[in-house]
């Protein structure tokens, strides 16, 4: 029996984001028999906080919310707690590598980190951040044993910028495949006021390097319809642009959805999914999407290009996003193939046991 540690997320049940989805799936029915976990999350997220879940031991982490400027002491003290009592430590994202040197002293056994999606580069950042993360990051690279890439690209840049090999480990998508009647996902295209196949959905923290902005001109100028959901009241970026888009009645904007059955119906019965990513390595939200067939439309970045095996549309502006919009006869069912072949979680998982 291999006892392993997972450091880094917000916890589980997921609520957050793509790490927390990727703990979700490799434990529960996807876990062999010959791994224990113990997930750390923090109490500050949760109000219900329960001793185990889907078999396996969560331990509460007090004083500090698992993101923003509280996520590098919160992966810190993570680790401390997890000196002992453990073959492997999984770290999922950088925050607390700045710790690494001090916990490597302290820890000798293996440590696995995956480095996320080039945190240091995303525009949100400021001088100070983006340093403080890739100081985090060469720290991660330096000292773990495993460090895992989700994207070639990724798995490519560690290889140019720290000369250092990477395991090549995605995120899952057949989560999302449900039993949802067709009554009810009529019902659910009736409250979201849209028709089957004549919509198009993108899902996303809605933030500049998510190119937010140019999704919205491009509907505006194209009036092709476009439900839209994020975070709208997240930051005065999300907010301008509810302000300067929300009054055209073909864009949609609503907020983060958490409800399965609605997201399946949204996804389901759309006539394309647009992901405006342009940071990160393989998204969840972009792998998710694919497991439905549908054409992707995607922003022309290597990252977007590997995760599709450069078999979807691609746009770097709004001028060519428009362009794509309106062409007919556009395919999708090359998405949910590489779906089958490369995003399941039970082979994600038996992905994760084998650096184990």
Known sequence: MKRVAIVGIQGVPAKYGGFETLVENI???????????????????????????????????????????????????????????????????????????????????????????????????????????????????????????????????????????????????????????????????????????????????????????ILCEAFAKSGKNLVFVGNWERSEYSRNLKKEYGSYSNIRMVDSVYDLDELYALRNQCECYIHGHSAGGTNPSLVEAMSFGKPIIAFDVVYNRETTENKAYYFKDCDELVSLLCMSGKKGEAMKEITRRRYTWKHIAGQYESLY
């Open 27 to 213: 434990i529960g029915d996807n876990c062999s028999s010959e791994v224990c976990y113990t997930v750390f999350c923090s109490a500050k997220d949760y109000t219900m906080r329960q001793d185990t879940y889907k078999g396996v031991r969560l331990k509460w982490v007090p004083f500090f919310h698992a993101n923003g400027a509280q996520s590098t002491p919160y992966d810190i003290l993570s680790m401390l707690r997890c000196l002992r009592g453990y073959d492997t430590v999984v770290v999922l994202g950088v925050s607390g590598c700045i710790f690494l040197p001090l916990f490597r002293l302290l820890y000798r056994r293996k440590l696995i980190v995956n480095i996320d999606g080039l945190e240091h580069r995303r525009a949100k950042w400021g001088k100070f951040a983006k340093w403080f993360l890739r100081t985090s990051e060469a720290m991660a690279v330096r000292f773990a044993d495993v460090v895992v890439a989700d994207n070639k690209g990724i798995q490519d840049y560690v290889t140019e910028t720290y000369g250092k090999p990477s395991e090549l480990i995605a995120y899952g998508g057949d989560h999302t495949q449900r039993e949802v009647p067709e009554e009810r996902q009529q019902e659910i295209l009736n409250k979201y006021g849209v028709k089957a196949n004549d919509y198009a959905i993108s899902v996303c923290r809605i933030e500049p390097e998510n190119n937010s902005h």
